[in-house]
């Protein structure tokens, strides 16, 4: 419980997946080549949401603690033009 995540995936295919403690809950495939996240938090439940250029879609929904939430914001590429991978964490 806890473990929640929301990530862009650009490698085979463009989408977007929806990750809890027990695996990935959903799996979007996409055309675009860019896009937009949001997380958002109500109580003891995390939702997570993409952008389809005309709004958000909600991936999925996550229970979570009730103790301060902290966001890790990974970036990572196979390219090799890509910078390494940064790490930022958000409170």
């Not at 929301?6 to 799996?27: I, L």
């Not at 590429?77 to 958000?90: E, G, M």
Request: charged share 15%; glycine share 14%.
């Amino acid at each position: 419980m806890g473990i929640v995540g929301v990530y862009r995936n650009s490698y085979q295919a463009e989408g977007y997946q929806f990750r809890t403690a027990s695996g990935v809950s959903a799996d979007v495939a996409v055309s675009d080549s860019s896009g937009a996240l949001r997380l958002g938090r109500a109580g003891h439940s995390v939702t997570a949401y993409y952008s389809n250029g005309g709004g958000f879609v909600s991936l999925g929904t996550a229970q979570t603690n009730a103790v301060d939430t902290g966001f890790n914001l990974d970036f990572s590429s196979p390219l090799t033009t890509s910078p390494a991978k940064y790490r930022h964490r958000v409170r």
